[in-house]
């Protein structure tokens, strides 16, 4: 006896993967399973006895001792019925997923690449330059700081490259539950949006 895994219809983000909501539902559903736990143990007594032709007794376990009894198998229970749901969820989101990465990775290839004066494509790098900027720094020294950008000094293109790359920070809980299909397009779409970071003065490379 078990609890079926709620339609993944009439679910959202927020229930299946914010935390306060699923400590809380895990809590509801981890009582809700003991109960039925309990109840199947205490018909299975009944029908014991009543086949021995022996006198039903009360069943012999107060609440505590139920919890004792049957939490921990409760608790798995639940957290399998919740790794359900979070299966089915991203099944049925998965129309909408695969919209999203596919839009990604085309508006991505666009940005993220840039043709040298041979006509050769390449991909940008994120520069890293020490500039000064108003006010002093130690010992009457200018202030520095860390100015980034793409290309020649192209703020607005690695803008629009974080904000592209942003959205697949909306699909990061689901990636454990992606088909092989979705999988390879997380592959291609994360790829593309990993950009080398070059510090100017040093050279020093190192991934995003």
């Given amino acids: 006896m078990t609890i079926e895994p709620r339609p993944p219809e009439n679910l959202s983000h927020t ?10 539902w895990l809590t ?20 014991e006895q009543r086949r021995a032709i022996k006198t039903v007794t009360q ?3 107060n ?42 990775i085309k508006r991505l290839r666009n940005l993220v ?26 010992e009457g020294s200018p202030s520095m700081r860390d100015d980034t950008y793409v290309l020649d000094h192209d703020y607005q293109r690695l803008e629009q490259i974080a904000l592209v790359r942003g959205r697949l920070a909306e699909l990061t809980d689901y990636v454990a539950y992606f088909n092989e299909e979705l999988s390879e397009l997380w592959k291609e779409a994360s790829s593309l949006g990993s950009l080398e970071y070059v510090r100017k003065e040093e050279k020093k490379d190192a991934k995003t």
């Fill in 15 to 24: 229930y299946l993967f914010d935390e306060g909501c699923v400590k809380t």
């Fill in 28 to 47: 509801e559903t981890t009582n809700k399973l003991i109960s039925l736990y309990a109840m199947d143990d205490m018909e299975k007594m009944v029908d």
């Fill in 59 to 61: 069943y012999p376990l």
């Fill in 63 to 104: 609440e505590i001792d139920v919890r004792e009894k049957f939490g921990e198998q409760a608790r798995k229970e639940a957290l399998k019925i919740l790794e359900e749901e979070r299966k089915n969820y991203v099944e049925f989101k998965s129309p909408y997923i695969k919209n999203v990465l596919e839009q990604v």
């Fill in 113 to 138: 690449y840039a043709v040298d004066e041979k006509g050769k494509p390449f991909k940008l790098q994120i520069i890293i330059e020490k500039v000064p900027f108003s006010g002093k720094g130690g």
